[in-house]
């Protein structure tokens, strides 16, 4: 409301010595409702990038998960070598053989990850892309009807509410 105040301020001191007066209850309400409708527009536009990147964080859970399971597979056989045998000749036997075993499993479980990486990175880059171009619409809306809305306070203000004019247009 203090901005509406400054407003009220400048365009006073603009019009003729405090004349039509009228014209800030004409457009007052049309440049809050200006402001309000630019605050739901943005709104949405962040509501929708966060139900974006909820649907890719769903849409990935099951390989994430996927690819957890097959890095417990992968090291699990190799914590276990400790624990099977005091001897350490035989723990060292038994990494170098389960090692040979899963680095086939690892080197998949790398490539797996870094091609998923890709994915759901692009994935953000798009709903990133498409949350910038609602914003960057919200605000020329909100900018373009702002000042239109403002611009017609400053021309009652200096001329008088005209019987002629539709406000909204």
């Not at 990038?49 to 417990?72: H, V």
Request: glycine residues 4%; negative net charge; aromatic residues 8%.
């Amino acid at each position: 409301m203090s901005e509406d105040l400054k407003l009220m301020e400048l365009m006073m001191y603009q019009s003729k010595s405090g004349e039509n007066m009228e014209c800030f209850s004409v457009y007052l309400p049309i440049l809050q409702e200006v402001d309000t409708q630019y605050k739901i527009d943005y709104t949405k536009c962040w509501t929708d990038r966060q139900s974006g990147a909820s649907a890719i964080e769903e849409r990935y859970s099951e390989p994430r998960s996927n690819l957890s399971s097959t890095a417990y597979d992968i090291c699990g056989p190799l914590l276990q070598c400790e624990q099977k045998d005091s001897e350490t000749q035989s723990v060292f036997e038994c990494y170098e053989k389960v090692g040979t075993e899963k680095s086939t499993p690892l080197n998949n479980l790398t490539l797996d990850g870094a091609q998923l990486a890709r994915e759901i990175a692009e994935d953000f880059r798009r709903i990133d892309i498409i949350a910038d171009a609602c914003y960057a619409e919200s605000y020329r809306t909100y900018s373009n009807d702002r000042n239109d809305a403002q611009a017609k306070l400053e021309d009652c203000l200096a001329n008088g509410i005209s019987n002629t004019k539709d406000p909204f247009n």
